[in-house]
């Protein structure tokens, strides 16, 4: 049984977000909550929410104890561009500047 918890339209671009979740990824729910919360990254306040929101769903809607709690998969996706910006250049022109999102995936699990 695995308790899921998303978290979309994240204002981070997806590649940013991959370097915290591999950090984590298959670490127990506290070992990756110490992890999260000293690693220097914008995206990591948003990850623990999406932890403690993950873990709560596995307490209180499948009865999983908290203490066996494991992170199973965890995993990005590129959102829609949020919005587009005009950066000048040479001769009258303009590149495009495109902010991006990200959709996250966190599932956990409890150990065997």
Not at 25 to 41: F, H, Q
Not at 90 to 106: E, F, N, P, Q, Y
Request: glycine share 6%; proline share 5%; charged share 30%.
């Amino acid at each position: 049984m695995e308790a899921v918890a998303y978290l979309k339209y994240v204002r981070v671009t997806p590649s940013k977000v991959k370097g915290v979740l591999d950090l984590i990824r298959g670490k127990d729910v506290d070992v990756a909550m110490g992890i999260l919360k000293n690693t220097p990254k914008a995206v990591c306040e948003d990850l623990i929410k999406l932890l403690k929101s993950a873990t709560a769903n596995a307490e209180n809607n499948f009865e999983m104890d908290k203490d066996n709690l494991y992170i199973s998969e965890c995993f990005v996706c590129p959102g829609p561009p949020r919005s587009r910006r005009m950066n000048p250049r040479a001769k009258g022109s303009g590149d495009i500047i495109t902010k991006r999102t990200s959709h996250i995936t966190l599932k956990v699990k409890e150990k065997e």
